[in-house]
């Protein structure tokens, strides 16, 4: 059974920094790419960033354009979301997701569309105040 299990969200002012964390178990974590979505109440969940199978294409949401960087650590089976200079609109629920690129046939990262992935956490919380 996949899991994905998402930490690190909180409360922080503006301009403070998180680093939100994924772990996973059940999938051989090499195999997939992996993203990061964000969702407010009554919106669509938006992706903000992508990473591929190893590291070597990226994929970041205009919003949050040289704010967020996204990391991966095949060893550890491990995914992290690092969020500088944050703003209030970045309050969302975050959530780590996968896909095989056998689902959409390419190793880069897909469209950012949170149908497009497989394989979801239950998501952390960010709240940044002003």
């Known amino acids: 059974q996949v899991q994905m299990v998402e930490s690190g969200g909180g409360s922080v002012q503006a301009g403070g920094s998180l680093r939100l964390s994924c772990r996973t178990s059940?999938?051989?974590?090499?195999?997939?790419?992996l993203g990061w979505f964000r969702q407010t109440p009554g919106k669509e969940r938006e992706g903000v960033a992508c990473?591929?199978?190893?590291?070597?294409?990226?994929y970041y949401g205009d919003s949050v354009q040289g704010r967020l960087r996204i990391i991966r650590t095949n060893r550890e089976d491990s995914l992290y979301l690092q969020i500088d200079d944050l703003k209030p609109e970045d309050t969302a629920m975050y959530y780590c997701?996968?896909?095989?690129?056998?689902?959409?046939?390419?190793?880069?990262?897909?469209?950012?569309?949170?149908?497009?992935?497989?394989?979801w956490g239950q998501g952390t919380q960010v709240t940044v105040s002003s």
């Open positions: 997701a996968a896909v095989s690129p056998g689902i959409y046939g390419g190793g880069w990262c897909p469209s950012p569309r949170a149908s497009t992935y497989t394989y």
């Open positions: 059940g999938l051989i974590f090499e195999d997939y790419v």
């Open positions: 990473i591929s199978q190893f590291g070597d294409t990226f």
